[in-house]
T-cell receptor, first 107, second 115 residues
Framework: DAKTTQPTSMDCAEGRAANLPCNHSTISGNEYVYWYRQIHSQGPQYIIHGLKNNETNEMASLIITEDRKSSTLILPHATLRDTAVYYCIVLHTPLVFGKGTRLSVIA | NAGVTQTPKFRVLKTGQSMTLLCAQDMNHEYMYWYRQDPGMGLRLIHYSVGEGTTAKGEVPDGYNVSRLKKQNFLLGLESAAPSQTSVYFC??????????????FGPGTRLTVL
C-alpha cells in the first residue's frame, strides 16, 4: 500500500496561497491521490482528487509531479475558515487516514 | 437531504456497559463505514459494509460489532465498554468504491467517554 508523508503543521497568512505538500513516492500507476480536510471536530470533507494531470475546482488546485511521487494542494486565497487538518490519501477503499497537516491560517 | 446522521451526539458510559451507535444515510449509498478518532490522531477504520447484510473488519475491529440490516442504516455496538474506547466515532457512506470518483460523506461524529 502506498503511504503518504505530510508535514505535521504549517502556517499561512490570511489572503495568501497555502501550499500543502505530500510525498507518495511508492504510488503505483493507477492509484489516485485524494485530499480531504477536517475542520475542528467535524467529519472530514472531500476537497479534490487526481491521477496524473493537475486539477482545479472551486475549493482548491492539485498539482501532481510528472513522476507522481509527490503532490501539492493549493488553496489560492486562504481564509480563517480554511484552518483545518488536511489529509493526503493515496486511494484505497475504504479511505485510510494518516495524521495529516494541521494548517493554521493567521489573520 | 440530511446526508449522514449519527445518534447520539454525546454519551458517557461506565466500564462494562453496552451501547449501540446508529448511523443513517439518505443518499442511497452502498458503502458505509465506522471510524474512530483519538485526540491528535487520524481516523482509524473499525468496520465497514459494502452492502445490505454484509460487514467487514477494518484496522481496529476488536471490541466492536456491527450490523447492516437495512441499506440506509449501519449500527456500531460496544458489548462491554472499556476506557480505551473513549473516542470520537465517525460514520461515513459512499457510492461504489470507484477509483475515479470516490467520495466518502461523513457524519458529525459521536463523542463517547467511558469512565
Amino acid at each position: 500500500d502506498a503511504k503518504t508523508t505530510q508535514p505535521t503543521s504549517m502556517d499561512c497568512a490570511e489572503g495568501r496561497a497555502a501550499n500543502l505538500p505530500c510525498n507518495h513516492s511508492t504510488i503505483s500507476g493507477n492509484e489516485y491521490v485524494y485530499w480531504y480536510r477536517q475542520i475542528h471536530s467535524q467529519g472530514p470533507q472531500y476537497i479534490i482528487h487526481g491521477l496524473k494531470n493537475n486539477e482545479t475546482n472551486e475549493m482548491a488546485s492539485l498539482i501532481i509531479t510528472e513522476d507522481r511521487k509527490s503532490s501539492t494542494l493549493i488553496l489560492p486565497h486562504a481564509t480563517l475558515r480554511d484552518t483545518a487538518v488536511y489529509y493526503c490519501i493515496v486511494l484505497h477503499t475504504p479511505l485510510v487516514f494518516g495524521k495529516g497537516t494541521r494548517l493554521s491560517v493567521i489573520a | 437531504n440530511a446526508g449522514v446522521t449519527q445518534t447520539p451526539k454525546f454519551r458517557v458510559l461506565k466500564t462494562g456497559q453496552s451501547m449501540t451507535l446508529l448511523c443513517a444515510q439518505d443518499m442511497n449509498h452502498e458503502y458505509m463505514y465506522w471510524y474512530r478518532q483519538d485526540p491528535g490522531m487520524g481516523l482509524r477504520l473499525i468496520h465497514y459494509s459494502v452492502g445490505e447484510g454484509t460487514t467487514a473488519k477494518g484496522e481496529v475491529p476488536d471490541g466492536y460489532n456491527v450490523s447492516r440490516l437495512k441499506k440506509q442504516n449501519f449500527l456500531l455496538g460496544l458489548e462491554s465498554a472499556a476506557p480505551s474506547q473513549t473516542s470520537v466515532y465517525f460514520c461515513a457512506s459512499s457510492y461504489f468504491g470507484r477509483r475515479e470518483k470516490y467520495e466518502q460523506f461523513f457524519g458529525p461524529g459521536t463523542r463517547l467517554t467511558v469512565l
